[in-house]
């Protein structure tokens, strides 16, 4: 399994009241969620991201209430893997649970900069900035969370088996 | 590389010889909680699945207690959902008005909780039942629901700080301020993601309703987990409690951990968490102005068993709460209610000018039974003090131990028992 695409950078502490502010979770539909994504921080990313597309920060991303619409919010928009220097712990399991790849990688979180263009093979859990030309080694992720992703989310991936 | 405790219970749920931080497991579950809040959720995504039963009618805990009884028609629906879910899948632990206590305090108590567990719940302060040497931890709903169905987690290993502790307490330090203190020092994301391990000869000087206090408190650390040792104590609640077979696990002698802190309680005092985060600790003789309360609470998942109650009996006995002040007591559980009432406790707080509830969560989250109008101030055994946690978001939330709750309530103002010639 791969991901490819062009980054949206991000800093410290992004927490899930900006990634999907709390005056739409009067919503369930991924797809409406997705439209109000990361506004707060950054009106343009919803125009400008592009289905695949990556998103980077830095420490503590997903902080804060624990709304599984965050991650929801995040993958309906496009994007197709978050690599970060560390994730906040329930974030980190809805969005695994939700069939969200997530990887943590400081040295990768820290070098990447938006718009570089970057690759990530989730069997190796190698990252490449094909821009930089530089490659990192982030965790792979095991057999059986590779699965929860592929079958987009735990409640898939129950069913499946 | 030897394994901290939480490593080795989490290695042998996973049917592993060893695990090590950062590595994602998948283990194996003893129990799966849900309250009245976020059991509807998990029951919601349950139906979405094609497995239509629960894995274990006996591991699953379903608890009424945030905002029962029902406070408005919205909680009245929700605990109607998990009702008839409990029904249906005849569910063993189902707690209802009648039977049911907050959460964290009524599981040990009915035995659900033992040494050596796996425990996940779809509340943050799942942590708790590390006090008996279990792992365990908060979780997001669709993990309750897929741990319901499927009697499995994953988790990613954490790695561990080391908790040193050493001495004993002087006689108005209880176990909150052992953890408000731990809080202070290393901040609400001193512990984030890792297991915070207590260990020492000091523990012996630490009731089990200290140690729940302490464990509750972990994830105001942004632990994972927290978790004691099994001791004489422990044992000595488990044979109590339950009757489940309990299984001791010890940190090997060569694990690693990522930070270590030696605690001597001997030097702990009063210690009081201002607003609005809980490591915003000041000791009580570091607080010089008079700080003016509308309320004291004294209850929750953190301070409402049966010790705390009688701290708090021992201080108000033949006082006065303060005029205009209001004094809100909440025994955690059913039982912990009927032996406060057997011991007289109850009589001491009403008639000191308290009231005295039926077991809910209920103001700890802003709920109902002490909802905060704008610009007051309460203090309360609570663990979370965040803006608007109680009632409006210009009220005000002190986090503190029942003795200083109590010895409040009757200064109107946050005191110690010192203050009462006590
Ligand atoms: S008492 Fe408070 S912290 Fe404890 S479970 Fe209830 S709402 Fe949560």
Redesign the pocket.
């Known amino acids: 399994m791969n991901a490819k695409g062009t980054v949206f950078k991000y800093g410290d502490n992004v927490d899930t009241d900006v990634i999907i502010p709390a005056r739409y979770l009067n919503s369930s539909d991924p797809a409406e969620l997705a439209t109000h994504c990361m506004e707060d921080i950054d009106k343009e990313f919803i125009n400008k991201v592009n289905k695949g597309d990556i998103m980077v920060a830095n420490k503590n991303f997903g902080c804060g209430s624990s709304r599984e619409h965050a991650p929801i919010a995040i993958k309906a928009a496009g994007i197709s893997c978050v690599i970060a220097e560390t994730f906040a712990r329930i974030f980190y399991r809805n969005s695994i649970n939700i069939g969200l790849p997530i990887i943590e990688c400081p040295e990768a979180a820290k070098a990447i900069e938006s718009g570089d263009e970057v690759e990530i093979d989730f069997d190796s859990g190698v990252i490449k900035d094909i821009t930089k030309g530089t490659s990192y080694q982030g965790q792979a992720f095991p057999p059986f969370m590779q699965k929860i992703i592929k079958a987009e989310g735990l409640v898939n991936y129950i069913n499946n088996k | 590389m030897g394994m901290t405790m939480t490593q080795k219970i989490l290695a042998v749920h996973a049917g592993l010889d060893t695990v090590t931080a950062g590595q994602l497991i998948e283990a194996d579950l003893d129990l799966v909680l849900g309250?009245d809040i976020t059991s509807p959720v998990a029951i919601h995504e349950m139906d979405k699945m094609t497995v239509k039963t629960v894995f274990d009618k006996d591991k699953v805990a379903l608890v009424m207690?945030?905002f029962i009884p029902n406070k408005d028609i919205k909680s009245a629906e929700h605990c109607k959902c998990v009702r008839e879910f409990a029904c249906k899948h005849d569910i063993t632990n189902y707690f209802d008005v009648g039977q049911m206590g907050?959460?964290?305090a009524l599981l040990p108590e009915q035995g659900l909780t033992v040494a050596g567990d796996v425990i996940i719940g779809a509340?943050?302060?799942t942590c708790t039942y590390g006090a008996l040497g279990a792992f365990s931890t908060g979780v997001g709903s669709t993990d309750m629901a897929a741990g319901m169905a499927t009697g499995k987690a994953w988790f990613k290993v954490p790695s561990a700080i080391k908790f040193n502790i050493i001495g004993k307490p002087s006689k108005w330090v209880s176990g909150k301020d052992v953890i408000l203190h731990i809080i202070g020092m290393i901040g609400v994301d001193g512990a984030l993601y890792k297991s915070m391990e207590f260990v020492g000869e000091g523990l012996s000087n630490l009731s089990m309703d200290d140690r729940f206090t302490i464990a509750?408190m972990a994830i105001e650390a942004g632990g994972k987990n927290g978790i004691f040792p099994v001791d004489d104590k422990a044992i000595a609640y488990m044979e109590e409690h339950s009757k489940r077979p309990y299984k001791v696990y010890e940190a090997d002698a060569d694990a690693e951990y990522e930070e270590e802190y030696t605690i001597d309680l001997s030097t702990l005092e009063p210690t009081i968490a201002f607003p609005h985060l809980p490591e915003n600790t000041k000791t009580i003789s570091e607080i010089k102005e008079d700080i003016v309360i509308d309320q004291a609470v004294i209850?929750?998942?953190?301070n409402?068993r049966i010790d705390d109650l009688r701290c708090a009996a021992e201080i108000l006995k033949g006082q006065k709460v303060k005029k205009n002040v209001r004094c809100i007591v909440i025994p955690?559980t059913q039982s912990i209610y009927l032996q406060a009432m057997e011991e007289g406790l109850l009589k001491i707080f009403i008639e000191a000018g308290a009231v005295v509830s039926t077991p809910?969560?209920?103001p700890?989250?802003g709920?109902y039974m002490g909802i905060l109008a704008e610009g007051e101030r309460c203090i309360s055994t609570?663990?979370?003090n965040f803006v608007g946690r109680m009632g409006h978001v210009d009220s005000e939330v002190y986090l503190a131990s029942p003795a200083i709750a109590a010895a409040s309530a009757i200064t109107g103002k946050i005191s110690a028992p010192a203050e009462l010639g006590l």
């Open positions: 309250n207690d945030h907050i959460e964290h509340d943050s302060h509750n209850g929750s998942c953190t409402g955690a809910t969560c209920g700890c989250l709920g609570t663990n979370r």
